[in-house]
């Protein structure tokens, strides 16, 4: 999706990004040729002064938002140069940033303009949409479509892996597989998620959605169907 800034639109297109005026359409800057990632752009601010972050194939771009001047680049490529799901904003000018394909994630801390990787892991690999942030934890999906994928919890101060519900084998009902890579939502104690598929495939697994325990990822409910 664009990014509305002022009256510009900010789309991942060309090496890291190009801008057009929301009234003519006109370019009013580009960044080259290079192969651009699949994620939205996100704006942000670094020492007080506007900035878009802005995937790549080969990584996550800062910009500046009205010229599109690069800020500072950190190199993230994937099997298949794809990086799809949104980069994530935390406390304390961190930045999290996960891609699928066996590729995983990482943690950035982003100080003097540079940044540098306080933990990797490959228990969050987020093919397509990106995790859910919330209170020190992220909550997202460990896989990509196909089916096998693993609704995941980590601490993000160090990256462990707190708890893992198998979604995919376990309630994924074929057909349509894009439920196994969406993010998940989070209200009070319970994570809800949807798994994805068709009903007429595999009926006995088939449910629209999953209510989950935030605190240990245990299945409380599923739709069209008990525990």
């Known amino acids: 999706a664009p990014l509305v800034y ?20 006109k370019v009013a800057w580009s960044s080259g040729k290079g192969q651009n990632g ?12 506007d900035r878009v972050l802005v995937y790549s194939a080969d990584g996550l771009h800062s910009i500046d938002p ?3 001047a690069q800020a500072w680049f950190h190199k993230w490529k994937t099997k298949y140069e794809v990086n799809a799901a949104d980069p994530i904003l935390l406390p304390d000018n961190r930045i999290f940033i996960s891609s ?5 994630c990482a943690m950035l801390q982003l100080a003097d303009g540079k940044t540098k990787e306080l ?10 949409n990106p995790s859910l942030y919330l209170d020190g934890y992220l909550y997202g999906v460990d ?5 096998k994928a693993t609704l995941n919890c980590l601490d993000a101060k160090t990256g462990k892996e707190l708890w893992k519900t198998e979604t995919g084998e376990e309630f994924f009902s074929g057909g349509h597989w894009w439920g196994t890579v969406s993010s998940p939502v989070v209200d009070g104690d319970r994570v809800y998620f949807i798994p994805g598929g068709d009903r007429d495939k595999k009926p006995e697994k088939w449910c629209s959605m999953l209510c989950l325990r935030i605190s240990d990822g245990k299945v409380l409910w599923r739709s069209g169907g008990d525990i």
């Open 6 to 25: 002022g009256d510009l639109l900010i789309l991942n297109a060309g090496d890291h990004g190009v801008a057009v005026e929301k009234q003519t359409g």
């Open 38 to 49: 699949y994620a939205t752009p996100v704006l942000y601010q670094e020492n007080g002064a």
């Open 66 to 68: 009205k010229s599109g």
């Open 100 to 104: 699928g394909y066996g590729t995983g």
């Open 119 to 128: 933990w990797t892991s490959k228990e969050m690999r987020n093919q397509l």
């Open 143 to 147: 896989g990509d479509t196909g089916g």
